[in-house]
């Protein structure tokens, strides 16, 4: 898959990103031809539906909330041993294959959820958690900083935004619990993060990243048409 990637995209006029680092990851940065080409597009959210005074979902109701996909890499089995070490309800939007034993351990999974009737979980919920043991550009922990509510994140994925987030040790499940306890304490004091969800609207606007990929695309239709 790798080499497939290197090969479509020096075919490419531009080759969008969701960050650099992955980019290198994926091995594209190595090569000058294709690094030249290279653009950084992360992920956006619409910061007018994801905001703190969204509408509460009962459903996740001071409870540490995780929204994606429920699989090995996002480490959820750990998280729910955190959740249960401190007391705390783990509730999952999402599908996958870790569900039923994501249930065993005591999460509550309910499913998949439209995105416009996302915001209201974020804004229930006491935190958000994504303790993944490897991440590209999560979407939901934008949403999450949209919402304005505290997020405990692995270290890996603590420094898109180091001085705004609690960074754990995904390894470590008492590190996990102690990040949760943070978080929960900030959450019952009342603490808001002005400065990440501002960050959020700046750099991750929705129609400001469209708008910006339009106009890259037709600049080079433009150019090919010439």
Same mark, same amino acid.
């Given at each position: 898959?790798?080499?497939? /990637?290197? @090969?479509?995209?020096?075919? %490419?006029?531009?080759?969008?990103? $969701?960050?650099?680092?992955?980019?290198?990851?994926? &091995?594209?940065?190595?090569?000058?031809? @294709?690094?030249?080409?290279?653009?950084?597009?992360?992920?956006?959210?619409?910061?007018?539906?994801?905001?703190?005074?969204?509408?509460?979902?009962?459903? %996740?109701?001071?409870?540490?909330? =995780?929204?994606?996909?429920?699989?090995?890499?996002? *480490?959820?089995?750990?998280?729910?041993?955190?959740?249960?070490?401190? &007391?705390?309800? #783990?509730?999952?939007?999402?599908?996958?294959?870790?569900?039923?034993? #994501?249930?065993?351990?005591?999460?509550?999974?309910?499913? $998949?959820?439209?995105?416009?009737?996302? $915001?209201?979980? =974020?804004? +229930? %919920? +006491?935190?958000? +958690?994504?303790?993944?043991?490897?991440?590209?550009?999560?979407?939901?922990? #934008?949403?999450?900083?949209?919402?304005? @509510?505290?997020?405990?994140?692995?270290?890996?994925?603590?420094?898109?935004?180091?001085? =705004?987030?609690?960074?754990? *040790?995904?390894?470590?499940?008492?590190?996990?619990?102690?990040?949760?306890?943070? %978080?929960?304490?900030?959450? +019952?004091?009342?603490?808001?993060?002005?400065?990440?969800?501002? /960050?959020?609207?700046? *750099?991750?606007? #929705?129609?400001?990243?469209?708008?910006?990929?339009?106009?890259?695309?037709? &600049?080079?239709?433009?150019?090919?048409?010439?």
């Amino acid at each position: 898959i790798r080499a497939l /990637r290197r @090969i479509a995209a020096r075919w %490419a006029d531009l080759v969008f990103v $969701p960050s650099f680092g992955m980019a290198e990851r994926w &091995g594209l940065v190595r090569d000058p031809a @294709i690094r030249s080409r290279l653009v950084e597009m992360p992920n956006g959210v619409d910061a007018e539906r994801f905001r703190p005074d969204a509408e509460p979902d009962p459903r %996740a109701k001071g409870a540490v909330l =995780y929204v994606g996909r429920l699989s090995p890499e996002k *480490n959820l089995l750990r998280l729910a041993e955190a959740c249960r070490l401190i &007391g705390a309800r #783990l509730v999952c939007v999402g599908q996958g294959p870790l569900a039923s034993r #994501l249930r065993a351990a005591g999460a509550e999974i309910h499913g $998949p959820v439209f995105n416009e009737h996302l $915001p209201g979980w =974020y804004t +229930a %919920a +006491a935190c958000f +958690a994504l303790p993944s043991l490897t991440e590209g550009s999560p979407k939901a922990l #934008l949403e999450a900083a949209a919402s304005d @509510i505290p997020c405990v994140v692995s270290d890996e994925v603590s420094r898109w935004a180091p001085n =705004y987030v609690i960074g754990v *040790n995904p390894m470590h499940t008492g590190d996990i619990a102690s990040g949760l306890r943070l %978080a929960l304490k900030m959450r +019952a004091l009342g603490c808001q993060n002005t400065v990440l969800r501002e /960050r959020v609207r700046r *750099n991750h606007d #929705l129609r400001a990243l469209l708008r910006r990929e339009v106009e890259l695309v037709w &600049g080079v239709a433009r150019g090919h048409a010439r």
